[in-house]
Nanobody, 126 residues
Framework: QVQLVESGGGLVQTGDSLRLSCAAS??????????MGWFRQAQGKEREFVAA????????NYADSVKGRFTISRDNAKTTMYLQMNTLKPEDTAVYYC?????????????????WGQGTQVTVSS
């Protein structure tokens, strides 16, 4: 069993930055073998893809809405993934989830992910 715990969310103003973390625990052996991703869900909307990173961090993919503002990274030695969010906008307000992709390749579809965290709230005021 793998547990994923997100942290770093909060209430910020437009233009501010936040850094989210996703710490894996439990059966983390092989963490470095898996791709990881971030998704978000705004109130009343469907969950949407934000960013993904390959097993070794060499490949990344971003939703068009966050490209150039968000950066995904990972530290396999710490079994932790990050999402640096800059120039935040009110439309970034959502619950952010991290998830594990059991393949090593990046993916943007939620069905490609098997373990999910509980989420962390990000609220951006205008």
């Amino acid at each position: 069993q793998v547990q994923l715990v997100e942290s770093g969310g909060g209430l910020v103003q437009t233009g501010d930055s936040l850094r989210l973390s996703c710490a894996a625990s439990g059966r983390t052996v092989g963490f470095s073998m898996y791709a990881m991703g971030w998704f978000r869900q705004a109130q009343g909307k469907e969950r949407e893809f934000v960013a993904a990173i390959s097993w070794n961090g060499a490949n990344t993919n971003y939703a068009d809405s966050v490209k150039g503002r968000f950066t995904i990274s990972r530290d396999n030695a710490k079994t932790t993934m990050y999402l640096q969010m800059n120039t935040l906008k009110p439309e970034d307000t959502a619950v952010y989830y991290c998830a594990r992709n059991p393949t090593g390749r990046i993916g943007a579809q939620s069905v490609q992910y098997d373990y999910w965290g509980q989420g962390t709230q990000v609220t951006v005021s205008s």
